[in-house]
């Protein structure tokens, strides 16, 4: 039986103190509002360990998009960055403790083992200043999610001290490739 | 060739070593990366148990120390889910209790108080809050019955209220109709009152149950001389009347003992002031619902009775003096100094002089009640020795008894009597008049007559007694009036005026002594009269009395 995507509450709860930051208390309103109903029930209750359906997400990333972002979806990058920041205070400030660009990417599989129950992240290559990260074996990727996955990593690399930092989408599995991949820079 | 062989074995070291170096850094850089991914996987197990989730295992690749400390997490992972699963099951059974104990409040709340907690063995915190929740139910049950009780009952008095409150509503209509008329009635009466206090001639002071004044009428104000409202009545009262000393009077009447002042004379006239306690009927304690003062002003009245006395006595003096002569000129004819009479002269002569002898006997009579009622009798004591001179008046009266039948007996005191202060003119006319009443009306032959004298508190009572007709019971309420005399004395003795006895009492009255008689019809009568023992007070008047048999 193929197994069912689920994303943990943890990052549910940080996509939530994102939009109140940004837009208040009644910009959270509307973005929930454009949930359905069933969503909107597992939104008033969210607990950090517990896993959810990964259409959770992404339901709320695309009312994030619509409501907050005004239709582009690099207010998602925004939402990763929020995220890894939030969490730092949280769990990840375990893995910055190895404060280097190559060690804290090294870290990424199980950080995303953590966050996804389903996807495998691959370090296909990790040089000095550059790598290439691929994301395996998760057919419902939706892309918002690889968005939020690059302001992820983004702000963990910035964390280490690297800067003019970029990351390049060159696969992705929404657009019909066999997975995604991203190609990193940094100086 | 040992050079070579020195040179090929070099080589060989060389490339061994240099072999050796490349395994040696190879070994070291696979255990650099076992090491940080077998970290790097503990770190993501450390980082779920940070989160709370617990389905997680730390792996254990080698028997090393990294494999040590994957155990040790696991352990402690284990040690985590047993105390989770301890509290789990603490909540769960908290939850189970608290909802248990949150449905037998609801079911009380709605109603339901005969539901009780149930309580387990455990004894724990839940089971005491059971057991006082099942005690609070208890009593509120039991309050609950209580006041479902009290509410029946109340419904039913409330019906019965409002039955009859309509009963209520009528009656009260009625009471308020007889309230009106009551009133309208009262408004007359007080109006007739008014009418009445303000016109009549006695003056009235009302006074309450403290002895202050809190109404004069228009003629007590007028007696009184008070122009202004504002003056003190009481006080006016007793100046003006200081001299019949009223005020010891009023004291004496607010602690409940009436008196009366027959007569005193100030400016402009003679008053009669009597002093009344009106009881309070309400009060079973017996207390004054207030006092009065009349002051009746009986001028008119006493210079009628004046007038009278005056003419009765005037007109006495001239019948007296005639009858005198008459007397005289009898005597002279009866003892047939102006020559001889014939038996049937004599007859006349003596009824004539019988005639003659009651009617000055009926004029000392009037003389005397003319004088007593006056009020201008004198009296003049003198020391005398009491049983003694009773005894001569005893002795005096002798003669009265014509038959010679009667037996006096004087019983005296046991010790001889101190001489006191006595008028011996008025003590004769009292005895005197007694034994010859006791005499007239006793039967022949059953005429006996004790005269007694003893001590009593502050008084000598002296009493007469006869064993006569006595006083028929109808006729003893009006013995001391003037001019009474009851149908057996009639009937015995025709020719009496009814004076003695009015006359007699208000002679002892005169000294301040007091008279009584006890009797029964055909048995016979006692009198009794009283004299101070300090003796009788001297009193300037005018002559005094006429003894009726001179």
């Given at each position: 039986m193929r197994k069912k995507a689920q994303v943990r509450g943890m990052a549910l709860l940080s996509g939530l103190r994102f939009v109140e930051k940004r837009k208040g208390k009644e910009g959270l309103r509307k973005v929930l509002e454009r949930l359905d109903k069933e969503t909107q029930k597992i939104f008033s209750n969210i607990v950090i360990k517990e896993w959810y359906p990964y259409e959770t997400a992404v339901k709320f990333q695309k009312a994030l998009v619509e409501v907050i972002g005004k239709g582009k979806e690099e207010i998602l990058i925004e939402e990763g960055k929020f995220i890894a920041k939030d969490n730092t205070k949280w769990f990840l400030r375990l893995f910055l403790r190895f404060a280097t660009p190559q060690k804290i990417i090294k870290k990424w599989p199980v950080v995303w083992d953590l966050y996804y129950n389903k996807g495998k992240l691959k370090i296909t290559t990790l040089k000095e200043n550059s790598a290439v990260i691929r994301l395996l074996d998760?057919?419902?990727?939706k892309h918002t999610t690889c968005n939020s996955v690059i302001g992820w990593g983004f702000y963990s690399l910035e964390k280490t001290g690297a800067h003019n930092i970029e990351v390049k989408e060159t696969k992705c599995r929404e657009k019909g490739d066999n997975y995604s991949e991203w190609h990193i820079k940094w100086e | 060739m040992a050079y070579k062989v020195g040179v090929i074995m070099a080589k060989k070291r060389k490339k061994e070593k240099k072999t050796l170096e490349q395994l040696c850094k190879k070994e070291k850089e696979e255990y650099e990366e076992y090491v940080e991914n077998q970290i790097t996987k503990i770190l993501g197990v450390i980082s779920n148990i940070a989160l709370g989730d617990l389905n997680v295992q730390a792996e254990r690749e080698k028997n090393d120390v990294l494999g040590a400390l994957a155990d040790g997490i696991n352990i402690m992972i284990g040690e985590i889910r047993k105390r989770e699963t301890q509290m789990q099951e603490r909540i769960n059974y908290s939850l189970k209790r608290t909802k248990e104990l949150i449905e037998i409040i609801q079911k009380a709340a709605a109603g339901d108080l005969t539901a009780s907690a149930p309580i387990s063995d455990r004894k724990d915190e839940f089971d005491a809050l059971a057991a006082g929740l099942n005690m609070m139910l208890e009593e509120m049950h039991e309050r609950d019955i209580e006041l479902k009780a009290k509410i029946k009952e109340l419904d039913k008095a409330r019906l019965i209220l409002y039955s009859l409150s309509e009963d209520i509503q009528e009656e009260k209509e009625s009471v308020e109709r007889k309230v009106r008329e009551r009133t309208a009635e009262l408004e007359q009466e007080r109006a007739k009152l008014a009418a009445v206090t303000e016109n009549m001639t006695i003056g009235a002071i009302l006074l309450d149950d403290k002895g202050k004044a809190i109404f004069a009428n228009k003629a007590a104000k007028n007696i009184l001389g008070i122009r202004d409202d504002k003056d003190d009545i009481l006080e006016i009262f007793f100046i003006k009347f200081a001299k019949a000393d009223v005020k010891k009077h009023f004291l004496e009447c607010i602690q409940g003992k009436p008196h009366k002042i027959p007569e005193v004379e100030v400016a402009p006239g003679i008053f009669e002031i009597s002093f009344l306690c009106i009881p309070d009927k309400k009060n079973h304690k017996k207390e004054f619902f207030g006092h009065l003062i009349w002051i009746k002003d009986i001028t008119p009245q006493k210079i009628l009775e004046r007038a009278k006395s005056e003419f009765v006595s005037i007109a006495s003096h001239q019948l007296r003096t005639p009858l005198t002569s008459i007397k005289l000129f009898l005597e002279m004819l009866a003892d047939e100094e102006v020559g001889k009479l014939n038996s049937l002269q004599k007859d006349y002569i003596e009824n004539i002089q019988k005639s003659s002898e009651r009617m000055i006997k009926l004029i000392n009579n009037l003389l005397n009640v003319s004088r007593l009622e006056a009020g201008t009798l004198k009296i003049e004591p003198r020391l005398m020795q009491l049983e003694d001179f009773v005894a001569t008046l005893i002795e005096e009266a002798k003669p009265l008894d014509k038959t010679g039948k009667c037996n006096v007996v004087f019983i005296k005191p046991k010790r001889k009597l101190p001489k006191i202060p006595i008028d011996p003119s008025l003590l004769r006319q009292v005895i005197y008049n007694l034994l010859a009443n006791a005499i007239q009306y006793s039967l022949p032959g059953r005429c006996n007559i004790a005269v007694k004298i003893k001590k009593e508190g502050e008084d000598y009572i002296i009493s007469v007694k006869d064993t006569g007709i006595g006083i028929p019971r109808k006729a003893q309420p009006r013995i001391f009036e003037k001019f009474f005399r009851a149908d057996n004395a009639v009937r015995l003795f025709a020719d009496g005026s009814g004076l003695g006895l009015y006359v007699i009492k208000m002679i002892v009255n005169s000294w301040g002594g007091k008279m009584t008689f006890e009797s029964e019809e055909n048995k016979g009568t006692t009198f009794y009269f009283t004299i101070p023992t300090k003796g009788m007070k001297k009193k300037k008047g005018e002559k005094g009395l006429r003894h009726w048999w001179s």
């Open positions: 998760f057919p419902e990727l | -």
